[in-house]
Nanobody
């Protein structure tokens, strides 16, 4: 089984910054995808930023956060970070860590979600 532990959510004023972190633990052979989604009240869950590996590593960002948010990772620790700058009230949401991993060589991929961390941007 794989667990994702998120931290870093908080209340912050507009224009402020926060860094979220997500550590994956368990018997993981390889991480194919890892990153962040968010869900605001009354809205669908949406992709924020994500790493995809497979030959080469690529990152994808939602248009709404491009230039303000940066995703990074520490492969040795199976951890991803989301640096969020210039936060806006519309960034308020529960942020969920997501990963798609292979548990053994030649095995199928499984998807896992973290429990979510609340980010509130308000004055």
């Amino acid at each position: 089984q794989v667990q994702l532990v998120e931290s870093g959510g908080n209340l912050v004023q507009p224009g402020g910054s926060l860094t979220l972190s997500c550590a994956a633990s368990g018997s993981i052979f390889s991480i194919l995808v890892m990153g962040w989604y968010r869900q605001a009240p009354g809205k669908q869950r949406e992709l924020v930023a994500i790493f995809t590996t497979g030959g080469s590593t690529s990152t994808n960002y939602a248009d709404s956060v491009g230039g303000r948010f940066t995703i990074s990772r520490d492969s040795a620790k199976s951890t991803v970070y989301l640096q969020m700058n210039s936060l806006k009230p519309e960034d308020t949401a529960v942020y969920y860590c997501f990963c798609n991993v292979v548990l053994s060589r030649g095995g199928v991929a499984y998807a896992y979600w973290g429990q979510g961390t609340q980010v509130t941007v308000s004055s």
